[in-house]
């Protein structure tokens, strides 16, 4: 029945949920717009998803063959034809609709000038493998005549990695150095580019007063949970579906807040890289969070000698802020200070992940208990685009163990 849907993503049937996932990312990198120039790619791109949208379907959904087969049994066949080709239509819809939405976004990836600064991180990083390879076969031959033969045999590890290395990177040569087009032809582009997108030049910025929005807006998608699914298939076999809606808020913004938003960044970046350098301490976390702390207070100190708000204070909320500072107490009292030094109990790993289910079970739920609707409102006042959403419901990230902590760190560095 669905023999066809497996011949498009060139698998059997019987296929697990994750061949036809694997496939389908087969498919789609094939024909990717940057990569298949054909006129049918698009063409070709919805059938794949199409095929993946049916076939996961009958992967995770036994009430999905269970339909089928009722109506198979019937002697009338045509209501078993509509009903899949309704499946069909709608799934003919939502791929075109997915696909036209990628295209936007993939546009808009490749504007904003990560793109091309990936492409050379990636040129960049498999030169430097080359060099590393090279050295692991050339170190441990040099430490053998230098300094003990036995060398040579203890390092035999690093030996055979950089051999493994080198011949997978001439097996494929001609696609490991070969160079891909940049979405920008030259730096004066890149930079005018990454800077301008807004022509919406009447509206003020945000972030600066006195200054045109004629740059590109600050971007933050909010959500909010409509409906929450619970299907059990057996033993282990429980699955957890949110139904969301998703808002993308755009805060008019100008070159001089973007220019003193990124180099924030950079600033926060920097400090936890240098940290982790430089500080003589036994911990590294000790070094993460003293960096961080360091990044945070200079990229503080930038924004207000420039008058410019900062655009990550929607962070500030009271769940947020509970969580920071039953982390770092946490933190402290498993650390042992000693001459200058940090030391961390061996125990702090496993607290720490405990911690971590812990704050979403326990913190937020007696926030919301005594706060209400404001335990996840910023403390400082937002643009009326935040105030408004937050008034129907919607949040910034959704609540789920972990990510509720690597979601707002990962958005105040970026």
Not at 30 to 43: C, G, I, S, V
Not at 103 to 116: P, T
Not at 175 to 202: C, L, M, T
């Amino acid at each position: 029945m669905y023999d066809h849907y497996y011949k498009i993503l060139d698998l059997k049937p019987g296929a697990t949920q994750e061949d036809i996932k694997q496939a389908f990312r087969k498919k789609a990198l094939l024909y990717h717009p940057d990569r298949n120039p054909a006129e049918d790619a698009q063409t070709s791109f919805v059938a794949a998803y199409e095929a993946y949208e049916i076939l996961t379907s009958v992967a995770q959904n036994r009430q999905f063959h269970d339909v089928h087969a009722k109506f198979r049994e019937k002697r009338n066949n045509k209501e078993y034809y509509d009903y899949l080709r309704d499946i069909r239509r709608r799934a003919r819809e939502q791929s075109q609709m997915k696909y036209e939405k990628w295209r936007e976004q993939h546009e808009a990836y490749k504007k904003s000038g990560i793109y091309d600064a990936l492409l050379v991180l990636n040129m960049f990083s498999r030169y430097v493998l080359v060099i590393v390879a090279v050295g692991m076969i050339i170190i441990p031959i040099y430490l053998s005549f230098t300094v003990d033969a036995y060398i040579f045999f203890a390092m035999m590890f690093f030996w055979i990695i950089g051999i493994s290395s080198l011949v997978y990177i001439y097996s494929n040569r001609k696609h490991f150095f070969k160079k891909q087009a940049f979405y920008y032809k030259n730096p004066r582009e890149f930079w005018k580019g990454i800077q301008y997108v807004s022509k919406r030049n009447d509206q003020d910025c945000y972030y600066c007063k006195g200054y045109a929005a004629d740059a590109r807006p600050y971007k933050h998608s909010m959500l909010k949970v409509s409906d929450i699914k619970l299907s059990n298939s057996g033993p282990l076999l429980h699955n957890v579906n949110y139904r969301r809606k998703y808002h993308e808020l755009n805060i008019p913004r100008g070159k001089k807040a973007l220019i003193m938003h990124r180099t924030t960044s950079m600033i926060k970046i920097l400090a936890i890289i240098v940290s982790l350098v430089i500080l003589d301490l036994d911990s590294i976390l000790w070094r993460a969070v003293i960096g961080g702390i360091i990044g945070g207070i200079v990229s503080t100190i930038l924004l207000f000698v420039t008058r410019t708000r900062s655009n990550h204070t929607w962070l500030l909320t009271p769940v947020i802020l509970t969580k920071l500072i039953i982390i770092l107490v946490v933190l402290f009292f498993l650390s042992t200070f000693l001459e200058g030094n940090v030391y961390t109990s061996e125990f702090l790993p496993a607290f720490m992940i405990i911690l971590l289910f812990l704050l979403d079970i326990l913190v937020e739920p007696l926030l919301s208990l005594l706060l209400g609707k404001n335990d996840r409102r910023p403390l400082i006042h937002q643009p009326s685009p935040f105030r408004e959403y937050y008034e129907k419901g919607y949040r910034n990230y959704l609540d789920i163990p972990i990510w509720t902590i690597i979601y707002p760190l990962f958005r105040w560095l970026f």
